[in-house]
C-alpha cells in the first residue's frame, strides 16, 4: 500500500469517527437516566451529558423540622442519577470505538 492510499484510508476513518462521535453525542442528549432515593420520595433525572433535567419531591419528604433528611434524599439521588449517567456515556463510547475497530484506542478518554 502507499502513502496516498494510506492517506486516502486514513481521512476515511477519521470522518467515521468525527460521524460517530456526533451521533453518541446525539444520542447522550436525549437519552434520560433517573435517580431515586428514599423509596421514591425523591427523584432527580440527568440527560447522557449528565445536565439536570428534572427533580421531584414527594410531598411526604417535607418535613420543616428534618431538612437535613431531605438534603440528604436528594444527594442520594442525584449520585444515583450520576452513576447511571457515566454509565450510559461509557456504553455509548464503548460501541463507537468498537464501530471503529481500533485495538487499544479509548475513545472514552476523550470526555464525550
Avoid: T
Wanted: aromatic fraction near 2%; charged fraction near 20%.
Amino acid at each position: 500500500m502507499n502513502i496516498q492510499q494510506m492517506m486516502k484510508q486514513a481521512q476515511k476513518l477519521q470522518a467515521k469517527m468525527q460521524e460517530d462521535i456526533a451521533h453518541a453525542q446525539e444520542e447522550l442528549g436525549v437519552a434520560q437516566v433517573e435517580g431515586v432515593s428514599g423509596g421514591g420520595l425523591v427523584s432527580v433525572v440527568l440527560n447522557g451529558h449528565k445536565q439536570l433535567i428534572s427533580v421531584r419531591i414527594d410531598k411526604a419528604a417535607l418535613d420543616p423540622e428534618d431538612v437535613q433528611s431531605l438534603e440528604d434524599l436528594v444527594f442520594a439521588a442525584l449520585q444515583s442519577a450520576l452513576s447511571g449517567a457515566e454509565a450510559k456515556h461509557e456504553e455509548v463510547m464503548n460501541q463507537v470505538q468498537a464501530g471503529l475497530n481500533i485495538p487499544g484506542m479509548d475513545i472514552g478518554q476523550f470526555g464525550m
